[in-house]
Nanobody
Framework: QVQLVESGGGLAQPGGSLRLSCAAS????????MGWFRQAPGKEREFVAA????????IYADSVGDRFTISRDNAKNTMYLQMNSLKPTDTAVYYCAAAGRPQPLKIKVAYDYWGQGTQVTVSS
């Protein structure tokens, strides 16, 4: 079992920044890939970014492009999402997830464990 707890959400102005964290506990954190997803009201949960077990391979949704950066610190069992140039369309509940495979993955069903989510609101 893996337990995931997100933090760092909140209110930001358009153009601002937030940094999300995902603390993991349970089985070996570094052996699998991790990802961030988000869900806006009335919409499906969508992929944001993912990172491989070694922290080198990363993939991003087109909608976040160069604005977001995913990273992980296996020594601290923690994954991060640095979000810059935030837009109102980034408003959503953000979830972290863990998979048993080493490569970064975009599809939800590939992830075995999920956190409870943290709210991000971008508004002036």
């Amino acid at each position: 079992q893996v337990q995931l707890v997100e933090s760092g959400g909140g209110l930001a102005q358009p153009g601002g920044s937030l940094r999300l964290s995902c603390a993991a506990s349970g089985r070996t954190f570094s052996s699998g890939s991790m990802g961030w997803f988000r869900q806006a009201p009335g919409k499906e949960r969508e992929f944001v970014a993912a990172i491989g077990w070694g922290g080198i391979s990363t993939i991003y949704a087109d909608s976040v492009g160069d604005r977001f950066t995913i990273s992980r610190d296996n020594a601290k069992n923690t994954m991060y999402l640095q979000m810059n140039s935030l837009k109102p369309t980034d408003t959503a509940v953000y979830y972290c997830a863990a998979a048993g495979r080493p490569q970064p993955l975009k599809i939800k069903v590939a992830y075995d464990y999920w956190g409870q989510g943290t709210q991000v609101t971008v508004s002036s």
